[in-house]
Antibody, heavy 126, light 108 residues
């Protein structure tokens, strides 16, 4: 079974740092763009960041740029999100997700985020 | 950044009725890379539709997606009790991969 399991969420004071992990099983993350998506309490889904298969390309939402860093360890089949200078508005459930892909004749076709973790909760409060 | 606007915000329907959810993009969605997700309380989102109109693995055929460019629709032909949830559209054709604000389908 293809699965993602997040960990690392915690109660943290404003200005603090936290590192989230997302361990994959049943598939190899090397072949996929991987994403972080968050959801504040009672609110909608918000895309946070993405990283390509070999880690050479990353993108961030403006709200986290310069504070969060996405990375991956393909040998450990694990995705990370380093979160620094945390603010109250970063309080949310953080999900990791896989962007599904098929490749045909050197062209990649993308099929939405088909595997999600169960989420890990980050609470930023004094 | 592409802004996705979903309507209506809430849809109150009875089981067996049909539902039509709309998602409008502020710019053309590249390659029609538009997905729909279902989310129930306390659960992670579940992929329903990708590429605007293709059903994900295991999704019942009462769910269908249509549209292209900037206007997209999710249709649920006959609501089952398990379909009452929040639905989000997302474009993944360009970064940032934005989500709509969601449509809640509730029992009337």
């Amino acid at each position: 079974e293809e699965q993602l399991v997040e960990s690392g969420g915690d109660l943290i004071q404003p200005g603090g740092s936290l590192r989230l992990s997302c361990a994959a099983s049943g598939f190899t993350i090397r072949s996929h763009w991987m994403h972080w998506v968050r959801q504040a309490p009672g609110k909608g889904l918000v895309w946070v960041s993405r990283i390509n298969g070999d880690g050479s390309s990353t993108n961030y939402a403006d709200s986290v740029k310069g504070r969060f860093t996405i990375s991956r360890d393909n040998a450990k089949n694990t995705l990370y999100l380093q979160m620094n200078s945390l603010r109250a508005e970063d309080t949310a459930v953080y999900y990791c997700a896989r962007l599904s892909v098929t490749t045909f004749r050197f062209y990649s076709y993308y099929h939405g985020m088909d595997v999600w973790g169960q989420g890990t909760t980050v609470t930023v409060s004094s | 950044e592409i802004v996705l606007t979903q309507s209506p915000g809430t849809l109150s329907l009875s089981p067996g009725e049909g539902a039509t959810l709309s998602c409008r993009a502020s710019q053309t969605v590249s390659s029609n890379y538009l997905a729909w997700y279902q989310q129930k309380p306390g659960q992670a989102p579940r992929l329903l539709i990708y590429g605007a109109s293709s059903r994900a693995t295991g999704i019942p055929d009462r769910f269908s997606g249509s549209g292209s460019g900037t206007d997209f629709t999710l249709t649920i032909s006959r609501l089952e009790p398990e379909d009452f949830a929040v639905y989000y559209c997302q474009q993944y054709g360009s970064s940032p991969e934005t989500f709509g604000q969601g449509t809640k389908v509730e029992i009337k």
